[in-house]
């Protein structure tokens, strides 16, 4: 039988949740996912990123691409507060608008974004499909969405597995391991609650969007990478 899909909490919203994943080491998944963005050769001006977050994706991508202007949407504040800290400290300021935004309704014109790009955020949606269908309208013709996320494994010992590897827990300081204990904690919860391939191949097939638009792309994720015809 499969792993049944868990859901947590829609929005982090504390300060501390904030902290801990803001303390993890994104870099490597930040570069590769800007790196197979700009790999689709879409002409890109202005960009939402859907969940920033710490708006690490905006910050990367903007050093990247002189020319781009990131609208940078959440709904948790103090993430939005790290994440204005972090734009701040990069000289970004100026190219990245940050805004408390709920990413199933967020009041855009139709085609508005030369790309929709989203990290890490899905497996927070209780009913994805309403997010998949509102970063779709917002595309462009000739823009892409792009979309990556944790894929929920097969088994809970898998899901152990991965937390175990990518958010270990060390030894040593007492509060070092404590941040790295809610640090795998956070991990494990959001694989239970992440979408496998074939859901979201289920999900945006309504808006027209090809099964062979999402594929597993690691050992913990897929990837959604459609331009808009």
Known sequence: MALPRTLEPEVMDT???????????????????????????????????????????????CRRAPALRVDAIDLASHMLALA????????????????????????HDDGTYDAVVSN?????????????????????????LFVRDLERPADAGRVTELARTYAPISAGDPEVRALHERQHALLAASL?????????????????????????TSDRHWTLACVKS
């Open 120 to 144: 890490s955020i899905v497996h927070h949606i209780p009913e994805p499909a309403m997010v998949f269908r509102e970063m779709w309208r917002l595309v462009r013709r000739g823009g892409a």
């Open 84 to 107: 204005g800290r972090n734009v701040t400290r990069a000289g970004l300021a100026d190219r990245i608008v940050l805004a408390r935004v709920d990413a199933k309704a967020t009041g």
């Open 192 to 216: 239970h609650a992440a979408l496998t391939a074939e859901e979201v191949r289920a999900m945006v097939a309504p808006l027209g969007i090809p099964a062979s638009a999402v594929r597993t």
């Open 15 to 61: 300060e501390q949740e904030a902290r801990d994943y803001d303390a993890m080491d994104h870099g490597d998944v930040n570069a590769r996912f800007c790196d197979d963005l700009l790999s689709l050769g879409v002409r890109l001006g202005r960009v939402l990123d859907v969940g920033t977050g710490p708006g690490l994706i905006p910050i990367e991508l």
